[in-house]
């Protein structure tokens, strides 16, 4: 299969198998997958369940590593990092969505949105609290900010876990079904949200099983048995 030309690629996956060692043998997720993803592309990447979608993108951020192949990502080829290198790069030039929020639950959703910025030393001590403040602000949370998640909905969980991504203003957003436990309704509005960000400026890859919610994205990448099988585009 020949994948649509991408201009100025900031995500350039090469060549790239994955094996995970169980029992006695190896399986094999990932088989000579090759992608690029452009700058303020808005990608959905879909299949069944176990083909490898998860796996393809823990190679983006970095979280997985490839057992044969490249990544390169915004220029860096991420694949060669240590692990403290790696943490320090995703800390400043990506932003992890995930399924279950991974809010800490001790800390308030302010709290939760400002720890990246302390983290990666983002920006001045003062300045933190602001930020966040208006990022929470800009999902209409700003009146549950000294909240603890476990006092507001999943919707606004993730709501906030979405800001807490955004928290260093990395140019790449990644997220592994991030509407896998809300009602429709909720998971509407979270697309709604990515694509503002889009539309703002930021690329932003999506793992989903929610075949209407990827086909409002202007491209699909369909893995299938840990290889991509169709990649399209479409006027949105």
């Known amino acids: 299969m020949t994948a649509p030309e991408t201009r100025d690629p900031i995500i350039e996956i090469r060549d790239v198998v994955k094996q995970f060692h169980v029992g006695d043998g190896d399986v094999t997720i990932l088989k000579n997958v090759s992608l690029e993803i452009g700058s303020g592309e808005f990608v959905a990447i879909v299949g069944p369940s176990g083909s490898g979608k998860s796996t393809l993108l ?134 709604d949200l990515f694509h503002q960000l889009v539309a703002d400026g930021k690329a932003m890859v999506v793992v989903t099983h929610d075949k209407d919610l990827a086909h409002t994205l202007p491209r699909q990448v369909e893995i299938a048995d840990g290889q991509i099988v169709a990649d399209h585009r479409q006027e949105i």
């Not at 979280?63 to 694949?79: M, Q, T, W, Y």
């Not at 692990?83 to 320090?88: F, V």
């Not at 909905?153 to 203003?169: P, T, W, Y």
């Open 58 to 191: 823990n190679m983006i951020t970095g979280i997985d590593r490839p057992s044969a192949g490249e990544v390169v990502v915004l220029g860096k080829p991420i694949h060669t990092l240590s692990e403290n290198q790696l943490a320090r790069w995703r800390g400043e030039h990506v932003g992890i969505i995930f399924q279950f929020f991974q809010l800490l639950p001790a800390l308030t959703l302010l709290k939760n949105v400002i720890l990246p910025m302390d983290l990666a030393g983002k920006y001045k001590p003062r300045e933190r609290r602001t930020r966040a403040l208006q990022l929470l602000e800009m999902v209409g949370l700003a009146d549950q900010a000294h909240k603890l998640p476990g006092m507001v909905s999943g919707g606004q969980q993730q709501r906030a876990a979405i800001v807490r991504a955004l928290a260093n203003d990395p140019p790449l957003l990644v997220a592994d079904e991030p509407t896998g436990n809300l009602d429709q309704e909720a998971a509407h509005r979270i697309f």
